[in-house]
């Protein structure tokens, strides 16, 4: 059991700089996250967009961005976890107890939800028939891949990660490549080598097809694939990877008891407080009167949400407002030597 | 201005005057027409704003999609070759009466 002052969840930009702001008011907190990355949404699906709207910033990316928010919290020493998700919260005499997917449990007075839209996860197949063999032979990431020695494995996908496997696979798998299209968005030179291992025979490659059903009697046997014009195909597999890129799902977060609006949590604007004591939501999962989706509000919101933690996590003390500018004491806790 | 129709999964029509220079993305988000997530907010990054154009000739006559828009499309829910993302049909006069199909879900 891990105790602490706060446990944010999400390490977006939002996340990020309410933990500076902790740092600076001197309280610890702990950063959880489902993607294997600290960025978010700016590493995911943005790393090498520039973003135009940040206060004193002209120009930056997205991994430009998380890397200097990386460096602005460093001081602090902030642990986090990563590729882990929040699963659980429970409320006991006005802490929080909360679980992760990976067994981890932290005790803390306040959370601060920064999720986004939700947390990151691969996009399955939308074929009913799919999900009795999820996580066995029907499978949207690969963790180890002798498993596919000598059997044969039907890949769905265009973009490299559908490509790089095919690739790898090949050499010791029999490789069906399926595509939706002729065109594929993976890098260049992998593209030109799945052609050309398509042309000398070592994978099968297959496009204008889509996943039409999974078939088998206890274990995986075949893969049936359609094309629009509605002929189909069967092809027997062993294993069948899907690699559609990922979605965001609002995933156990709607499971807490908080008020929920579409895919957004209610706060008041003076702390970023949500329906129940002690849980904050900031940034995009965030909604109020004239909300705004942007990274400057996220900041904002992280700095008031950050204050509002304060408060249980030191019920005996009266917050005190201070400047970086000017105090020895922020000042220590940055490591600044003057 | 033109006057767009979005077509639920279950059927459900739904109608809007959208102006010129928005999406129909846009359109949909601003007037709670269910069925389009846009989760990026248009930033043609995420593949939940996406709908099928049935129409074949109206298909032609949208504005050609730009780089990017069919490899966010592998991503999208069952894409067709008449998918387009929707935060990426900017509206005019011409759009007037184009009719959109929302796919079963976005996510």
């Not at chain 1, 496997?165 to 490549?177: C, D, G, P, Y």
């Not at chain 2, 997530?37 to 109206?58: P, R």
Request: with cysteine.
């Amino acid at each position: 059991m891990i105790k602490t002052d706060v446990v944010i969840i999400g390490a977006g930009p939002t996340g990020l700089f309410c933990a500076h702001q902790l740092g600076i008011i001197g309280l610890k907190c702990e950063i959880v996250d489902n993607l294997d990355k600290i960025g978010g949404q700016c590493i995911e699906l943005y790393p090498d967009k520039p973003i135009y709207d940040i206060p004193a910033v002209p120009k930056c990316t997205g991994e430009e961005l998380t890397n200097n928010l990386i460096e602005q919290i460093k001081p602090f020493n902030f642990n986090f976890h990563l590729s882990d998700r929040v699963q659980e919260l429970k409320n006991e005499n006005n802490k929080w107890f909360v679980k992760t997917l990976n067994g981890k449990e932290f005790e803390t007075p306040n959370i601060v939800i920064a999720g986004g839209v939700g947390s990151f996860e691969p996009r399955k197949f939308p074929t009913k028939s799919a999900e009795k063999y999820d996580g066995k032979s029907v499978l949207y990431s690969i963790k180890d891949k002798t498993i596919f020695k000598d059997k044969s494995v039907v890949i769905f996908g265009g973009g490299d990660s559908a490509l790089d496997w095919a690739i790898e696979l090949s050499n010791s798998s029999k490789v069906t490549l399926v595509h939706r299209r002729d065109e594929f968005r993976g890098a260049p030179a992998s593209v030109q080598k799945i052609k050309e291992l398509s042309d000398n025979k070592t994978i099968d490659l297959i496009t204008k097809y889509s996943i039409k059903d999974v078939k088998g009697n206890g274990s995986l046997e075949s893969v049936e694939i359609k094309s629009e014009s509605g002929e189909s195909k069967v092809i027997k597999a062993d294993y069948v990877l899907g690699f559609f890129g990922l979605i965001m799902q609002l995933g156990p977060i709607a499971e807490w008891g908080l008020n929920l609006d579409k895919k957004t949590i209610p706060v008041n604007t003076e702390n970023f407080e949500t329906n129940k004591k002690g849980i904050f939501a900031i940034g995009d999962i965030c909604n109020y009167p004239g909300k705004l989706k942007l990274i400057l509000s996220g900041f904002h919101e992280g700095a008031l949400a950050a204050r509002g933690c304060f408060k249980y996590a030191r019920p005996d003390e009266k917050y005190r407002f201070e400047f970086t500018t000017a105090s020895s004491t922020i000042k220590d806790r940055l490591g600044v030597k003057e | 201005m033109a006057k767009i129709k979005y077509i639920e999964f279950n059927g459900t029509e739904h109608e809007a005057d959208v102006a010129n220079g928005l999406s129909v993305m846009e359109g949909a988000i601003q007037n709670d027409i269910p069925g389009i997530d846009a989760d990026c907010g248009g930033g043609m990054s995420c593949a939940t704003c996406h709908v099928y154009i049935n129409d074949d000739e109206w298909f032609k006559k949208l504005p050609e999609k730009e780089m990017g828009e069919d490899d966010m499309l592998d991503q999208a829910f069952e894409p067709k070759s008449n998918s387009r993302l929707s935060c990426q049909l900017i509206v005019s006069d011409d759009l007037d009466g184009l009719t959109v199909h929302m796919p079963e879900k976005q996510v």
